[in-house]
């Protein structure tokens, strides 16, 4: 058995991840799921753990479960954040500039160097390079980084010129990373539906569903706070079906 809370676990979060999930684990096995004593963390909370016939919980990014993870898992539900501007279960990226970087408008930034965790993160690539070409302007993919974290440290240390984050992860951020304050928010996208929680085929959604939120009921009011979790909402998977996928990275590469 497997259980990942991967996306949002660094600083304080990862503490009271723990209590989230002993809070979740002892929800399931009263509804007679067997469910991991921890969670599992590193690389194995990742794709291992989303692809695991044997996974329990995990959550995942919108982008890879409308990619390849759909009719593959099973949906349980969405966490709600509470994120400003967006529907209960949607969230947004922050597009971060340098705090001295002249530069006032995303559109001036056409063909600027852009940092991105990875090709198929909705909040760091697609929704980006989906508001970008909207505008008509060109974000031109400089660093592949990894993480919404070594995007954010690539623009504060000037190895690129713009980063989008997920608005959690950015709020997430500026409690523990002192470069946050040498950067500053330029714009935002429009929201899309949030990270899923997802189990393994076959799973009792609507009990994990209830398990879930039990448990998001009982945390403390600071474990809320450091998880910035308010609740969990059943959103339609069309919805995540229906967002669209910007090109490549390497498609949109200059020409030399």
């Not at 929800?27 to 194995?44: F, H, K, M, Q, V």
């Amino acid at each position: 058995m497997i259980a990942s809370l991967g996306m949002y676990d660094f600083g304080p979060a990862m503490a009271a991840n723990d209590r989230f999930w002993a809070l979740v684990r002892d929800g399931l096995r009263a509804r007679g799921i067997a469910a991991p004593d921890a969670l599992t963390r590193g690389e194995g909370a990742y794709w291992p753990a989303w692809e695991a016939s044997d996974l329990v919980l995990s959550q995942t990014c919108g982008y890879p479960f409308r990619a390849r993870l759909h009719g593959r898992v099973t949906y349980v539900g969405t966490p709600d954040y509470r994120v400003e501007g967006c529907p209960p279960g949607y969230y947004r990226s922050v597009f971060v500039v340098r705090t001295d970087d002249p530069r006032q408008t995303l559109q001036e930034f056409d063909g600027a160097a852009f940092a991105y965790n990875e090709a198929l993160s909705q909040s760091g690539w697609a929704a980006p390079q989906t508001h970008a070409a909207k505008l008509g302007i060109r974000l031109s993919p400089a660093l592949r980084t990894g993480s919404h974290r070594l995007s954010a440290q690539a623009v504060a240390e000037e190895r690129a010129d713009i980063a989008a984050l997920d608005a959690v992860t950015h709020a997430l951020l500026q409690d523990v990373e002192p470069f946050m304050s040498r950067l500053r928010q330029i714009a935002l996208t429009d929201p899309t539906p949030g990270l899923p929680y997802i189990a393994a085929t076959g799973a009792d959604a609507a009990a994990t569903f209830d398990a879930i939120a039990g448990a998001i009921a009982a945390l403390s009011p600071e474990d809320r706070a450091a998880l910035r979790l308010s609740g969990i909402v059943r959103l339609p998977e069309a919805a995540y079906l229906a967002v669209p996928n910007p090109p490549a990275p390497e498609a949109l590469q200059p020409v030399t």
